[in-house]
Nanobody, 119 residues
Framework: VQLQASGGGLVQAGGSLRLSCVTS????????MAWYRQTAGKQRELVAS????????NYGDSVKGRFTISRDNAKNTVYLEMKDLKPDDTAVYYC?????????????WGQGTQVTVSS
C-alpha cells in the first residue's frame, strides 16, 4: 500500500488549501482514511478521519468548522479542504490508511506534505 499526498504549500492566514492523497492497492474502499499533522517536537495529532463509505467523520477540536475531509472511492483519493487557515495550522500533514476505526490510526502512512501559514 502506498499513499501519495500533495497540495501543501505556503498560504497567508485566512486562506485556503486543499490536500489530496492517492492510495494504491486494493484496500482503499474498505479502510478508514485520515489526515494527521505533526510539528517539530510534538506528537502527531489527528486532523480528520473518514469511514470507508464516507458516512462517518471525526475531526480534531482545533479544526472543527474549518476543515472538511472527503473521499472519492472511485479515484482512491481522500481530500482535506482547509479554510480559514491559521499560523497554528503550520505542520507536515500525513495521509493515513488501514484502520477500521475513525478514532485510531492505521498502519500505513504517506510521505507528508508541508503546510505553512504565514501571519
Amino acid at each position: 500500500v502506498q499513499l501519495q499526498a500533495s497540495g501543501g504549500g505556503l498560504v497567508q492566514a485566512g486562506g485556503s488549501l486543499r490536500l489530496s492523497c492517492v492510495t494504491s492497492g486494493t484496500i482503499f474502499s474498505i479502510t478508514v482514511m485520515a489526515w494527521y499533522r505533526q510539528t517539530a517536537g510534538k506528537q502527531r495529532e489527528l486532523v480528520a478521519s473518514i469511514s470507508s463509505r464516507g458516512s462517518s467523520t471525526n475531526y480534531g477540536d482545533s479544526v472543527k468548522g474549518r476543515f472538511t475531509i472527503s473521499r472519492d472511492n472511485a479515484k482512491n483519493t481522500v481530500y482535506l479542504e482547509m479554510k480559514d487557515l491559521k499560523p497554528d495550522d503550520t505542520a507536515v500533514y500525513y495521509c493515513n490508511a488501514g484502520s477500521r476505526s475513525i478514532y485510531a490510526a492505521g498502519a500505513y502512512w504517506g510521505q507528508g506534505t508541508q503546510v505553512t501559514v504565514s501571519s
